[in-house]
């Protein structure tokens, strides 16, 4: 079992880890009677050296992880009909 990938500094962990579960033959629900509510950056401070971090983390490792599984994630991308 993979957990959260650690070379993440400040988001998009959990991205990674949805797409890895995509990959690995699970499978994601939806149900909109329920809410769930998260206060996006609220213990976090707005600063330029976060927002670095951030597009680091974007580039550095998401992007690439992507890239890099493009052709399986396709299969779980939806499509217009």
Known sequence: MEYFNEE???CFE??????KCLLN?????FDGR????HYE???RKN???NDANMNNDLREVLIPF????IKKLRNY?????
Request: no cysteine; net charge negative; glycine share 4%.
């Open 41 to 43: 950056s609220q213990t």
């Open 47 to 49: 600063d330029t050296e």
């Open 66 to 69: 992507a890239n890099k599984n």
């Open 25 to 29: 033959g699970f499978t994601n629900y």
């Open 14 to 19: 959990d991205v990674e880890m949805n797409f």
């Open 8 to 10: 993440y500094k400040v």
């Open 34 to 37: 329920y809410v769930a509510y």
């Open 77 to 81: 991308i939806p499509h217009e009909p």
